[in-house]
């Protein structure tokens, strides 16, 4: 399109009768691939501006990729390690997360095991400057934190902290070091024998994570597992393959994987799980997506468990990861993924389907809030190995459906979420009482012992007004409930991490109870 463009333009101007000189140029019949290039060269040479080649060309790439399909994509050399440090599983850093905070980066957590950890930095700890580079004030973004912290393991930076109960900042030199990516958020016992286990991502060392904090659990007496995948959005195959393996006996198929050029290949269980025989109960939500949708349909079409939540993406394209000479990369789509009865995971794509609004569709539609609004393509049915009935189509439907909880919800709690001001609340008041809070022991007795008061509701309130977020009628009677949960593991967040945010989240989850609830019913029958 470009190279015709550019052509009927030197005849159109020839038309024109244009007064300057005007050279047309002589191609020879080129392949596709040289055609590209011999206009972007001419671009080079002869466009009237001077024009970012570089630049051009990743957009050209991109542009040609997506339109064979969603997910295959160009990366540019600038952007590839951001990419890929979630799925290699560490990058090179000082160990901390942290927060902006009005202007300032202050320390939630450290990494344990990290560099920070070791020297003592603490959550709550305010950082100024990062060798010569001011980090307070005004303007400063997460990006530029990031690569003021970061570097190659070995290398050393001074960072200049603030810290309450302190008069003057003081100066620590960190010695950067391998910092861990983690797959598993959080693994938590319940009192009834309830392990849950939060995987956000399929990484390199994600099966590893998995085992550690299932066989923790197990250790502690765990008699049922709940998987949530809900919100993971996937990432490497053999890593969804060795989870799935884990629950499933010798010989199982698990996902198989096939493609113009790319012969069928079909995945096994073997004979090293560690927990085939645990209830097993998987969530899954409209977020849950390529890897995670290929253990839930292993898992379902074994009747291994049960799936429980809302139908999954729809993302059932494989995508192989080629690294080219300047350090960019392609990911091209070459085959699709199939469930062991021969589903493909795969949603609707292409001409006359708006694939990023599917989302919307969903809701609109009301199939976040009743299974009957669910469309099922009838003449796709397949059979899982007991016999049971299950449809493709795109995604995989849980055996379970719960229905988005809108109960509680308003507009007031939706601003409060969105602006970040329930965050910031929650932050104020960690970093405010940090020493009184810290005082409960643990975040199991601070989730029993500890209420969120009148007088915080009012403080959260008056943030909230300057902000101009104000309540409409009946908002606060309606979602008050919602909005003292979610502070309440806002404020554990900040003091015990994401162990003390999902302890009490869990407590008003109702996919989990669902799904915990039926476990303990006997759930599916584990074979």
């Known amino acids: 399109m470009l190279a015709a463009a550019l052509v009927a333009g030197i005849f159109i101007g020839q038309e024109m009768g244009g007064s300057g000189p005007l050279t047309v140029f002589q191609f020879h019949?080129?392949?596709?691939?040289?055609?590209?290039?011999?206009?972007?060269d001419l671009i080079d040479r002869q466009y009237v501006d001077s024009v970012e080649k570089n630049a051009l060309v990743d957009e050209v790439l991109q542009d040609i990729l997506q339109r064979l399909d969603p997910h295959s994509y160009y990366i540019s050399a600038a952007e590839l390690q951001a990419a890929q440090e979630p799925l290699e599983g560490s990058f090179d850093g000082i160990g901390v997360e942290f927060a902006i905070q009005r202007?300032?980066?202050?320390?939630?957590?450290?990494v344990e095991g990290g560099p920070s950890a070791a020297l003592g930095i603490k959550a709550g700890d305010r950082i100024l400057k990062a060798d010569s580079a001011d980090l307070a004030g005004v303007g400063i973004t997460n990006d530029g934190v990031t690569k003021a912290l970061r570097g190659p393991a070995g290398s050393k930076v001074t960072v200049?902290?603030?810290?309450?109960?302190?008069?003057k900042p003081f100066e620590v030199e960190i010695k950067r070091g391998k910092i861990p990516i983690n797959s598993v958020a959080v693994a938590l016992l319940q009192p009834d024998g309830t392990g849950y286990i939060k995987l956000i991502r399929f990484a390199k060392n994600t099966h590893r994570e998995f085992v550690e904090a299932a066989s923790r659990l197990k250790a502690e007496g765990m008699q049922r597992l709940v998987l949530d995948l809900r919100g993971n959005g996937g990432g490497f195959l053999e890593a969804a393959h060795a989870i799935a393996d884990e629950f499933l006996p010798d010989g199982r198929r698990i996902v198989y994987t096939e493609g113009r050029s790319s012969p069928r290949r079909?995945?096994?269980?073997?004979?090293?799980?560690?927990?085939?025989?645990?209830?097993?109960?998987?969530?899954?939500?409209?977020?849950s997506a390529s890897a995670s949708e290929i253990v839930a349909g292993a898992i379902q079409d074994n009747d291994r468990g049960l799936i429980v939540g809302r139908r999954s993406f729809g993302k059932g394209l494989v995508?192989?990861?080629?690294d080219l000479p300047d350090?960019?990369?392609v990911r091209l789509t070459t085959a699709r993924y199939y469930t062991p009865s021969g589903r493909s995971i795969q949603k609707p794509y292409g001409e006359g389907v708006d694939y990023e609004a599917e989302y919307a569709d969903r809701f609109e539609h009301g199939e976040l809030l009743s299974a009957d609004s669910i469309h099922l393509d009838s003449s796709q049915v397949y059979r899982t190995l007991a016999g049971r009935m299950v449809f493709g189509g795109g995604g995989i439907m849980p055996d379970l459906f719960v229905a988005a909880d809108t109960a509680e919800g308003s507009p007031y709690l939706t601003g409060l979420f969105f602006s970040g001001v329930l965050n910031q609340v929650a932050f104020d008041i960690a970093d405010r009482d940090r020493s009184r809070l810290k005082a409960f022991g643990s975040y199991k007795l601070f989730a029993q012992r500890y209420d969120i008061s009148a007088s915080i509701m009012e403080e959260l309130q008056a943030a909230a007004k300057k902000e101009g977020i104000?309540?409409?009628t009946n908002d606060l009677q309606r979602s008050q409930g919602q909005i003292a949960t979610r502070l309440k593991a806002g404020i554990a967040r900040n003091i015990w991490?994401?162990?003390?945010?999902?302890t009490i989240m869990l407590d008003t989850d109702r996919i989990f109870e669902e799904a915990r609830g039926s476990l303990a019913r006997g759930g599916l029958s584990v074979r």
């Open 29 to 40: 019949q080129p392949s596709a691939a040289d055609k590209v290039g011999q206009v972007l």
């Open 103 to 110: 202007d300032t980066v202050v320390v939630v957590a450290t």
């Open 160 to 167: 200049a902290l603030a810290r309450r109960g302190m008069r």
């Open 266 to 287: 079909d995945l096994m269980a073997t004979t090293d799980g560690e927990f085939e025989k645990i209830p097993l109960a998987i969530l899954i939500d409209e977020a």
């Open 319 to 322: 995508q192989e990861h080629v």
């Open 327 to 329: 350090h960019s990369a």
């Open 470 to 472: 104000v309540p409409g």
């Open 497 to 502: 991490g994401d162990p003390g945010f999902y």
